[in-house]
Each structure stands twice: as C-alpha cells, then as structure tokens.
C-alpha cells in the first residue's frame, strides 16, 4: 500500500525559506514518478515539480529558479526545498508518486496520480 507523508510545512514571511519533506513507502520508489502539486480553496490543484523515474525534473514556470526538487533514494525521501518565497504560494502542498511517464519538460495532470499524501500548509505572509 503506497503511503506517503509530507512534513515542513508552516508560516514564513515573503522572501523566507521552508524545505518540504515527504516520506513514502509501499511502493517500488524508482519505478515511480513522484512530485509535489499544491491546492489553494476554491483553485483546482496545480502542479510544482515532479521528478521522473529517470530522474529527469520539471518545474511549473511560477516556481522556476526559487524551488528545487530532490529524491533521497536511500530515505525514500522527497524534498522541496522552497526559497524566496511569494505571497502566492501560500498552499496546501501535496505529495504523490504513481507509474505515470509524463514527456520531459511535462508536469503531468492531478488527474493522472492516484496516490496522495495528506498535505502540508504552507503561509507567506508579507
């Protein structure tokens, strides 16, 4: 059974740092696409970063340059480190991983994960 749980969530002033953690288990960890999405009330869920199982990244455009994804294969770890934070992206940060094969440079759609984590807020404030 695929599990995953964010941690590192909280609230930070605009241009501050917070690192992301998700802990999975259940699952072939390098057979899996895994990313963070985020949702705020009343927006539908977008996607951050996802890493492929050839470890190539991809970064939606918002987030370009200030986050960074990372896997700890030994830790069966994922990471998003956050820098530079923004007022707009205060969230609920959401981890998944699933057998999805996305084209590089492509951040796949809420839709093609069935696997979640339980989500982690994130609060910039000014």
């Known amino acids: 059974q695929v599990q995953l749980e964010e941690s590192g969530g909280g609230s930070v002033q605009a241009g501050g740092s917070l690192r992301l953690s998700c802990a999975a288990s259940?699952?072939?960890?390098?057979?899996?696409?895994m990313g963070w999405f985020r949702q705020v009330p009343g927006k539908e869920r977008e996607g951050v970063a996802v890493?492929?199982?050839?470890?190539?990244?991809s970064y939606a455009d918002s987030v370009k340059g200030r986050f960074t994804i990372a896997k700890d294969n030994a830790k069966n770890t994922l990471y998003l480190q956050m820098n530079n934070l923004k007022l707009e992206d205060t969230a609920m940060y959401y981890c998944?991983?699933?057998?999805?094969?996305?084209?590089?440079?492509?951040?796949?759609?809420?839709?093609?994960?069935?696997?979640w984590g339980h989500g982690t807020q994130v609060t910039v404030s000014s």
């Open positions: 259940g699952f072939p960890y390098d057979e899996y696409t």
């Open positions: 998944t991983a699933d057998r999805v094969f996305p084209l590089r440079g492509m951040i796949p759609t809420p839709g093609a994960f069935k696997n």
């Open positions: 890493v492929l199982v050839d470890d190539t990244i």
